[in-house]
């Protein structure tokens, strides 16, 4: 007989977080400076899919993808393929797409339907919806009296969780709940999760695309930089609307910036500018006309926010632009490169017609093709590209628009600022970012400067 402690230990290994206090150092909040080297240098890269992706809740997908047992989607946890499946007992699973065995992929396509499970093409393992093995090509490793078969399976995702609807998953196990990672921040993504009884959806599938970018350009353009869209969207602004962007600035004097643990918002209250955007009439119409209900369920400053000139970032790399309807996920490839996960959300409940101008929107915008992402790749790829230069990389980059434009008398959540034409939140990313590199435990991170101030939530009809 096979000696029992001299089997292979096929138990899960999540590594732990360590402490780069000199990658830290790079982001300097008292300066509003940071350090070029974190967009480009590829050990800073292999240290952020440790402390950051290693740990951090990262989104998965939205629970309407795999309404059925057996329904699976693929994606990416940092650069870790990763199926994730809805369960017969109704509950969601997520796993290593990488065979125990010899590491090749168990699952080849993106998505799929009703699946039994998932086999190895190399030698045959095959494995159940809920990462068990099941059995190997011929039974041959079954004779073998040092094989345990009960032992092995695909690696499980430390814990899977849902937030109305978005499933987010994390490697860590001592991670806090994904309610306590996200904060009160919850008080604003219901601004796109919860302004309608009937929940949400995705719809039209997913566009995959690549920029030649580091990813965390994109995640904080999305928190926070609406300075932009003027000037770099003015011609597609021109071709779909016949004018420039308009920033809302009718309404400044009630725009802000909101951020928790890094996850940031930046709205103008306007109602419908980012909706406008989309060059659809009979939508500004349908957004304006729900204004009212949306006021009764959730209060006066989040009715603004539905449509409004507004974008979000969820603390690594999933964004949203509310009034356009379009989530995205910035998955890492490399310190210069990201795949571009884009879905169209809305709720379930809108008459079809509604639903088919938002996904046209998306097209329209932002995607591949569209007028507004072409813009915005074209910026990051440069930015990521210049900042390589070896002298370039030593000069500091500058994030200090609105440093005295804090907001403490706000009962809003989190930390406000006033004007949604600032740098606040690309500063509070950023901190983030260096608290993540700085700290190993979650009792410190989530003590940190980024954690939210004390307050209690505003009433839902404010």
């Given at each position: 007989?096979?000696?029992?402690?001299?089997?292979?230990?096929?138990?899960?290994?999540?590594?732990?977080?360590?402490?780069?206090?000199?990658?830290?150092?790079?982001?300097?909040?008292?300066?509003?400076?940071?350090?070029?080297?974190?967009?480009?240098?590829?050990?800073?890269?292999?240290?952020?899919?440790?402390q950051i992706f290693g740990r951090a809740w990262l989104f998965l997908a939205h629970e309407s993808q795999i309404p059925n047992p057996g329904d699976f989607v693929r994606t990416?946890?940092?650069?870790?393929?990763?199926?994730?499946?809805?369960?017969?007992?109704g509950r969601i699973g997520a796993y290593l797409n990488s065979c125990p065995h010899r590491g090749n992929r168990v699952c080849m396509v993106d998505s799929g339907k009703k699946a039994r499970g998932f086999i190895c093409n190399y030698h045959g393992w095959s494995f159940g919806i809920d990462g068990r093995l099941n059995g190997t090509d011929g039974k041959v490793y079954d004779k073998d009296p040092g094989f345990e078969k009960s032992a092995i399976g695909l690696t499980p995702v430390?814990?899977?969780?849902?937030?109305?609807?978005?499933?987010?998953?994390?490697?860590?196990?001592?991670?806090?709940?994904?309610?306590?990672?996200?904060?009160?921040?919850?008080?604003?993504?219901?601004?796109?999760?919860?302004?309608?009884?009937?929940?949400?959806?995705?719809?039209?599938?997913?566009?995959?695309?690549?920029?030649?970018?580091?990813?965390?350009?994109?995640?904080?353009?999305?928190?926070?930089?609406?300075?932009?869209?003027?000037?770099?969207?003015?011609?597609?602004?021109?071709?779909?609307?016949?004018?420039?962007?308009?920033?809302?600035?009718?309404?400044?004097?009630?725009?802000?910036?909101?951020?928790?643990y890094g996850h940031g918002i930046e709205t103008n209250l306007d109602k419908v500018g980012n909706t406008r955007t989309l060059g659809f009439?009979?939508?500004?119409?349908?957004?304006?006309?729900?204004?009212?209900?949306?006021?009764?369920?959730?209060?006066?400053?989040?009715?603004?926010?539905?449509g409004a000139v507004s974008s979000c970032t969820v603390f690594p790399n999933f964004s949203f632009l509310p009034g356009q309807?379009?989530?995205?996920?910035?998955?890492?490839?490399?310190?210069?490169?990201?795949?571009?996960?884009?879905?169209?959300?809305?709720?379930?409940?809108?008459?079809?017609?509604?639903?088919?101008?938002?996904?046209?929107?998306?097209?329209?915008?932002?995607?591949p093709g569209g007028v507004f992402e072409m813009d915005d790749g074209e910026n990051w790829e440069y930015c990521t590209k210049a900042n390589q230069g070896w002298v370039t990389r030593h000069q500091k980059l500058h994030y200090g628009l609105g440093q005295d434009s804090a907001w403490s008398e706000s009962d809003l959540p989190g930390h406000i600022h006033r004007g949604s034409l600032n740098d606040a939140n690309q500063r509070q990313f950023y901190k983030r970012w260096a608290e993540f590199m700085r700290f190993d435990s979650w009792g410190d991170l989530q003590r940190a400067e980024t954690a939210p101030p004390a307050k209690p939530l505003p009433q839902a009809a404010e």
């Open positions: 007989m096979c000696d029992a402690k001299a089997r292979p230990d096929m138990r899960p290994v999540y590594p732990k977080a360590g402490s780069y206090p000199d990658f830290a150092d790079l982001v300097d909040d008292s300066r509003a400076q940071v350090d070029r080297r974190v967009f480009i240098d590829r050990a800073i890269y292999e240290a952020e899919l440790r990416y946890m940092g650069e870790d393929d990763v199926i994730v499946v809805r369960q017969r007992n430390a814990q899977v969780a849902s937030y109305k609807g978005l499933v987010f998953g994390t490697f860590d196990p001592e991670a806090p709940s994904l309610e306590d990672y996200f904060g009160p921040f919850t008080w604003y993504l219901d601004v796109m999760l919860d302004n309608d009884e009937g929940g949400t959806e995705f719809i039209g599938g997913c566009v995959k695309s690549t920029v030649e970018c580091n990813w965390k350009f994109p995640a904080e353009n999305f928190v926070g930089d609406i300075l932009h869209a003027f000037w770099t969207h003015q011609s597609g602004a021109e071709a779909i609307l016949g004018g420039a962007v308009d920033l809302g600035s009718r309404y400044d004097e009630r725009a802000f910036q909101a951020s928790v009439p009979e939508l500004n119409d349908y957004v304006l006309g729900r204004y009212e209900a949306v006021k009764a369920r959730l209060g006066e400053v989040r009715a603004r926010m539905v309807a379009t989530f995205r996920v910035w998955h890492p490839k490399g310190p210069d490169r990201i795949d571009l996960y884009t879905w169209t959300l809305v709720n379930k409940n809108m008459p079809e017609r509604i639903k088919e101008l938002y996904r046209k929107g998306t097209m329209i915008t932002f995607s």
